[in-house]
């Protein structure tokens, strides 16, 4: 099992930033990529911004340019810095970690923490 804790989230005006922290704990082996998803109001969960153990990083087209993500593999920590932010920011960001192990892929996911960003 992997647990998830993320921290960071809040209220920001538009064009403000926040950053998200995450950090994992548990049975590490096998967990390649490391990233955020979001769920907004009423829209499904989407992939916001992930990060493979060796550095590879993928963005939704929406927050290139104004979000990166980081991760510190010995301390098994992913952040999400979110700049510029715009009011469609605005969602309930989830922290997730996918495992591969013997063939078989797993999804593990933080609690989620709200982001808001008003207009």
């Known amino acids: 099992q992997v647990h998830l804790v993320e921290s960071g989230g809040g209220l920001v005006q538009a064009g403000g930033t926040l950053r998200l922290s995450c950090a994992a704990s548990?049975?590490?082996?096998?967990?390649?990529?490391m990233g955020w998803y979001r769920r907004a109001p009423g829209k499904q969960r989407e992939l916001v911004a992930a990060i493979t153990s060796g550095g590879g990083t993928n963005f939704a087209d929406s927050v290139k340019g104004r979000f990166t993500i980081s991760r510190d593999n010995a301390r098994n920590t992913v952040d999400l810095q979110m700049n510029s932010l715009k009011p469609e920011d605005t969602a309930v960001y989830y922290c997730?970690?996918?495992?591969?192990?013997?063939?078989?892929?797993?999804?593990?996911w933080g609690q989620g923490t709200q982001v808001t960003v008003s207009s």
């Open positions: 548990g049975n590490m082996i096998g967990i390649n990529s």
């Open positions: 997730n970690a996918q495992k591969k192990l013997f063939g078989s892929l797993s999804d593990y």
